[in-house]
């Protein structure tokens, strides 16, 4: 086998197998605009700062429900309620943003995986999310929410 052949199989094998690529793309502005959206709920989360969190990212119209939950949560009211009781059953948490699809302009999908640290002895756990964005009055919300046990493959 010459080494143009030799030299050009080896970069195809390279690339079949998900090797670096030399141009790396930049995160879109939308997935910069979640990513901080996402570290605001962690940065509010071992404050308690439940009210923080569903003002930065939920909207009156936004629903919440998940693994074991029956009921649907709706309003800001209900949704602080909701969110303080996750928090003081946990230190603290990352959430990793595992893939961001923007369906328009006003609208996208993300799927998350929840790194939480519960208070007292008991061992850290993973959630996973679906989050359903909004482009509201410029501004990205969630304005629906569902969550389960686990997380998201890589």
Not at 9 to 26: D, E, I, K, M, T
Not at 134 to 148: P, T
Request: proline share 5%; charged share 20%.
């Amino acid at each position: 086998m010459n080494k143009k052949v030799s030299s050009s199989l080896v970069l195809l094998a390279a690339l079949a197998c998900g090797f670096p690529r030399a141009h790396a793309q930049s995160p879109t502005p939308l997935h910069t605009i979640i990513e901080s959206k996402l570290d605001g709920i962690a940065a509010s989360w071992p404050k308690k700062d439940a009210k923080a969190v569903v003002e930065q990212v939920y909207t009156e119209q936004t629903q919440i429900t998940g693994e074991g939950v029956p009921e649907l949560y709706q309003g800001r009211a209900q949704l602080t309620g909701l969110v303080q009781h996750l928090m003081e059953g946990s230190k603290s948490t990352v959430i990793h943003l595992n893939r961001l699809v923007q369906l328009n302009d006003e609208s996208a999908y993300t799927w998350v995986t929840w790194d939480v640290t519960p208070v007292g002895n008991e061992s850290p756990f993973k959630m996973k999310s679906l989050f359903v964005w909004k482009k509201e009055h410029g501004n990205w919300f969630i304005v629906a929410d569902m969550f389960a046990n686990g997380a998201i493959a890589q």
